[in-house]
Structure formats: C-alpha cells, structure tokens
C-alpha cells in the first residue's frame, strides 16, 4: 500500500471580469486529503471533517477525477480517500475545486508522476463539473493546482498563463451562509450579451491581466469589473451594492463575487485596511440577520502540495 497526503488551497474565480477564465489561490484555507492506493478496485471515500460531504462513490467530485486519471493510465487499483481538512463546501472560494485538484494530485504522485500540470487540471475539471452542472471550467481547479492567478487562453486546446500573485496585496473574503448554488447562478446568466458589454469587458480582462503583471494595483482596481456576469448574480447576495459602496470608501480596491458566490471578496494593499474591511463586511451580513465567516489572505503561489 501506498500512501500521500496533499494540501491543496482555496481559490477565488473569475476575479471580476474573468467570467470562467480567470482564478487565484488564496493562502488562508485549502483542503487536507490523504489517499493510499493499495491493490483491488473500487473507490473509498471517507470524510474526518465536521462538513457534510456526500461520500458515496457516485456523488463526490473526486470520484470522477480519479476514475478517469486510472482509465487513461490503464491503472486497476483500491483507491482510498481520507478528508481531513476541508474548505466549506457551497462557500464559493472553490470548495469541490479543491477537492477534485488534491485527488489528482495525489493520484499522479502514487503513480509517480506520470501527468504534467496541465493535464492534472484536465483530469480536475472532470471532477468540478459535477458540481455546476456539467459545465467545465478550470478557473477554480487551475489556481488550487497551480497556485498564483491564473489565465485560461483556451479551453480546445487547452491553455493557460500563470502570474505570480503579488505579495503587497491582500484579499479579504466574506463568507455569508446563505445557499447559492454553482448551477442555479449559472442558470440565471444570459446566453447572449450586448457588444458594448462584451467590448467592455475584454477590455477589462486585459487591464487586469497587465494590471497583475506588473504588480500595479490601480489598473487592477479599475479593470476588476464584471458588467456581464454580476449584473444577474448580485440578487444573490443581500445589499451587494451598498457594501461595495461602504468598502470602497474605507480602502477597499476591488469589490467581486467570488466564483458563483455567495462569498464575496475586496483586494487592498495592505493588512491593516484587510482588517477594517473584515469588520464592515461582518456588519453588513449581521445587518441582515446573516452568519458571516471573513479572513483575510495573501495569495496563495504554490498551488497543490505533498504535506506527507
Ligand atoms: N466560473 C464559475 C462560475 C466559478 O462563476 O460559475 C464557480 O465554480
């Protein structure tokens, strides 16, 4: 039998603009997973954590990962998943995401590496479809694996850029428990959009990417905007506008959905505005009779790791 256990972080998709396309892995949470692969077949799934997970084989986001890493490899293996840490699953910084990315990683480590990064987010995106309802998308699973932010250039074929996460930003999450689903906010989105909203947009996209690269947190705040998406999401999230409003005035750079919701998210330039906004966003969910969990983090530059 052998046996590995990985960490793999949180992540926030989309980041504004970057409606399935862009991602970045946040330091202050992840998943914990142990897996051993000892001889037989079957997969086991088992949850130590306080979260109610499905674990039955056919409803966990993993199973589809590993299913189809073990077909292409022609592997036949028991395969025997242990959750020990865990990101609240629903909470929109890319709980399934997290989960499907460790048991790639740590399937290709027990198969010694046969898979590059970009095929583990490929395998990955097999497992997070069957969160949003079939659709896949790496926004989440690409910077759990990779760390940083990333950009997907193309799904056929396949590509992505990574950026360095910069290490004076600070990114303060909100986490407000109410139910949003991936797949009832991706219902909600329109299938066709205005050109001058699309023309926007990419604009956007590419402001935020420059912005990142060079490390300049003003083109970042002005290009982190979503006129396509967050229009349609933000009846989701009580009193989105005014709280923007409010972290605006107190310091904030950037206001966004995080992912498909319902967690929310600023970006700032230091910690102790991170901490004044953490307040101001307890308050606004509290307002509304709303539990709310908030951290603030630094990105998260490298991606899925062994832990041992
Ligand atoms: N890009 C996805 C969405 C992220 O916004 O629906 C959620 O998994």
């Not at 202050?28 to 997970?53: L, W």
């Not at 694996?145 to 992505?160: A, K, N, Q, R, T």
């Not at 229009?231 to 709280?243: A, E, N, S, T």
Request: proline share 5%; hydrophobic share 45%.
């Amino acid at each position: 039998m052998q046996q590995v256990t990985v960490f793999v972080p949180a992540s926030i998709a989309n980041l504004g603009c970057g409606f399935d396309i862009m991602g970045m892995a946040i330091e202050s949470a992840g998943d914990i997973v142990r897996m051993e692969m000892s001889e037989g077949d079957g997969i086991e799934i088992i949850n130590k954590t306080d979260f109610d997970i499905p674990c039955s084989v056919e409803d966990n986001v993993m199973t589809p990962s590993i299913k189809a890493m073990l077909q292409d490899r022609g592997v036949k293996a028991h395969i025997r998943v242990t959750l020990m840490g865990k990101i609240m699953p629903g909470s929109g910084i890319g709980s399934s995401a997290a989960s499907a990315s460790a048991a790639v990683f740590a399937l290709n480590h027990l198969l010694g590496k046969p898979y590059d990064s970009k095929r583990l987010v490929e395998f990955a995106m097999e497992g997070e479809a069957l969160s949003s309802g079939g659709a896949k998308h790496a926004d989440n699973v690409a910077p759990a694996l990779l760390g940083g932010i990333v950009l997907i250039c193309s799904y056929h074929p396949f590509e992505y850029i990574t950026i360095p996460f910069p290490k004076d930003f600070c990114a303060v999450v909100a986490h407000p428990h109410i139910t949003v689903k991936t797949s009832e906010s991706r219902a909600v989105l329109p299938e066709k959009i205005p050109l001058h909203d699309a023309i926007q947009q990419w604009a956007n996209v590419g402001g935020l990417v420059s912005g990142f690269m060079k490390g300049d947190m003003g083109l970042v705040a002005r290009s982190m905007r979503d006129v396509i998406v967050e229009p349609y999401r933000k009846r989701f999230i009580p009193g989105f506008d005014q709280l923007g409003e409010r972290l605006m005035a107190e310091g904030g750079e950037t206001f966004n959905i995080s992912g498909s919701g319902p967690s929310v998210f600023a970006l700032c330039k230091d910690a102790s505005v991170g901490a004044r906004l953490e307040v101001i966003m307890v308050e606004h969910f509290q307002q509304f009779g709303i539990k709310v969990d908030t951290f603030l983090s630094k990105g998260d530059n490298l991606g899925a790791r062994v832990i041992f």
